[in-house]
């Protein structure tokens, strides 16, 4: 019965830590969108000046 508490937690315990993961996944995601989305924009600015 030990051993199946053990089991049990244990999953419990790989569950979340899959999940956190994931969001952590998640939230990498649109900060890497977001961070492309500065660079695009500056590079449209930049491309647009005229520095002469």
């Known amino acids: ?3 199946l508490r ?4 244990t ?3 790989i569950e979340r ?9 998640h939230e990498l995601e649109r ?3 977001q961070q492309e ?3 695009t924009e ?4 930049s491309a647009g000046r005229d520095d002469s």
């Open 1 to 3: 019965m030990e051993i």
């Open 6 to 9: 053990f089991s049990r937690a």
């Open 11 to 13: 999953y419990q315990l």
């Open 17 to 25: 830590t899959v999940e956190a993961l994931e969001r952590i996944g």
């Open 31 to 33: 900060y890497n969108d």
């Open 37 to 39: 989305r500065e660079r």
């Open 42 to 45: 500056n590079t449209d600015v």
